[in-house]
């Protein structure tokens, strides 16, 4: 992916600067330029939070620059043409079409967003090469100057989410069989059997269950047939360690 | 789809609250549920824009009605388990899983989002059926509670942007077969012919022209035509209405 920039067009309010740094920062992207902005101050800077350097480290460019320095220039609005006839606001894509568009893209991908109460003006977008936005409901269209763009680097960014263990194939099979033994011992009906432990297969195929989660299950049955066959107890309802240790 | 509710438990700055439903109904909700907020007095206001209605609309209530009242509860959280073993906060599941998980519910679904220092309380994450985590940049990874409302309503929504009229294949190979001419009249070589044509398809069907852009691409090639063969002039570039009328 290139290096992405975030270029904010004669922004208004400084808290609404403050906060673009912010979720700027949330999503890995650090490189901010201002063209005209309004002074940043106390607000901006609480608004920031933990993205001081971000605010402090923001560029003041003009258009013209931004334009000899990107790859690629995209411009953001909320106000879309309704007719290809109308080529300054068409044709106009998604921030997740954005992301497809420019993965090849090598340098700086500068998308500009406009003017809280104007977005950016014809001869602005005119000098984009690609038309973004974020489609909105109609009862509402126009987003927060720091939530549209909150909304472009997350999808831009496209983070993964953690990895965890989850119980393997191994594992469920030997818990299904565990049930089968559990329902023998409780006289479950043969007759039903075989429905009843496909249910329980597709609830919890479909739960996808963490290692913990199968083993807690195993550990109950297990529990059970202690009682129920006057086994010695153990406490061993599953494979984490126990709390204090 | 069900019904979404977004469920603030124990906002602490009533700019955020105000943020909060003014993003809510940029996606289309409306249904705030507030759990022991801070007051809402004009910076509410000021932020809420023109949701004034979903922050006047916004219920006071508290968890035990919020649980009794949905069919799914969904608590999110900046912080995330790392081990199967701690399962407050695992499994985990993104706003994109999140909307899949959800799309066959009836009635209300829930989605708890905590105070803006600390989050939900471990007692609070508890009572929630699942957990949705909003992947961010280890550089920053806490989010403003108003753009977490907002990614999490953005991607719940799941918008379509506008469609417009691209050129169709018919169009298309009319297009290609007009640069044909074109290249003859400018005795372009026949032996490179195909392989600049080829270039010539390659280069537009990826980049999709809408109609206009497709018969401007005509239109050009015509007046060159004309000049070329000294015909008379026409000013019919394209098909769209000239401006001003």
């Not at 992916?1 to 949330?26: D, F, H, T």
């Not at 066959?229 to 061993?236: C, I, M, Q, V």
Request: hydrophobic residues 40%.
């Amino acid at each position: 992916m290139p290096e992405i920039q975030v270029v904010l067009v004669n922004p208004l309010y400084e808290g609404n600067v403050g906060s673009v740094a912010r979720v700027m920062k949330n999503f890995g992207y650090t490189h901010l330029a201002l063209v005209d902005p309004c002074p940043l101050r106390n607000e901006a800077r609480a608004m920031a939070s933990h993205a001081q350097d971000v605010l402090e480290n923001a560029r003041r460019v003009t258009l013209d620059e931004v334009l000899a320095e990107s790859a690629v220039v995209v411009a953001t609005t909320g106000e879309v043409a309704k007719s290809v006839c109308t080529p300054t606001r068409m044709p106009y894509y998604t921030p997740h079409e954005l992301k497809e568009m420019i993965a090849d893209v090598d340098g700086t991908v500068s998308v500009l967003f406009g003017r809280e109460n104007s977005g950016l003006l014809n001869e602005e977008l005119s000098r984009a090469g690609i038309i973004c936005t974020i489609p909105t409901s109609p009862i509402y269209p126009i987003l927060n100057l720091s939530h549209a763009v909150g909304i472009v680097c997350y999808e831009l960014a496209d983070l993964q989410r953690g990895e965890y263990a989850l119980a393997s194939p191994f594992e469920m099979e030997s818990l299904y069989a565990h049930m089968d033994r559990f329902l023998d011992l409780v006289d479950h009906p043969p007759h039903k059997r075989e429905i009843t432990l496909l249910l329980a297969r597709r609830l919890l195929s479909r739960a996808m269950p963490t290692i913990r989660e199968a083993s807690t299950i195993h550990g109950i049955l297990r529990r059970t047939e202690q009682r129920l066959t006057g086994a010695l107890p153990r406490n061993d309802d599953d494979t984490c360690p126990p709390k204090g240790t």
